[in-house]
């Protein structure tokens, strides 16, 4: 249902929005990235999305906060220079009107050791007409660092 340009009701957001359209523009956007299709993945980022990976960024300079699609794909250019996908298992999706979570384990390649790296993320996602307008993301980092040094930080 939409109010028209000008409503007061127009700045709650897109009415025409579905938890069955949510999830089938998530399960697109996952299976996208799963494959590596870049441009079907891409699709699925609106232009304004404002995107947050909770990582430390000295370490992982693709985390971060994001603002724009160019911005956030810069950032994943910045992740696929270290690292290589070997496998995304999405465990858990919950999805309710234009909102999305899901649990998955993601298992990398670091390119410059190829030492394997396994980590378990949340991600929450805001859709807009189809499109991921908003993301936020964490993952273990303590966890993740460790992995990446090949050492523990603590005795």
Known sequence: MRF???????????????????????????????????????????????????????????????????DVFKGYALMFQSYRLTNYQVDSILVDGDRAATMATAQMEQLSTGRILHSRVASFHRFKNGQVIEYRGFTDSFDSVEQTLGRELLP
């Open 4 to 70: 028209g340009l000008g409503s007061p009701l127009d700045c709650y957001g897109d009415w025409d929005v579905t938890t069955e359209t949510t999830r089938a523009a998530l399960d697109d956007m996952l299976d996208a990235f799963k494959r590596g299709d870049k441009e079907r993945f891409a699709a699925r980022y609106h232009d304004d999305i404002d995107w947050l990976f909770h990582a430390p960024v000295a370490l992982f300079p693709f985390a971060g906060h994001r603002r724009g699609k160019a």
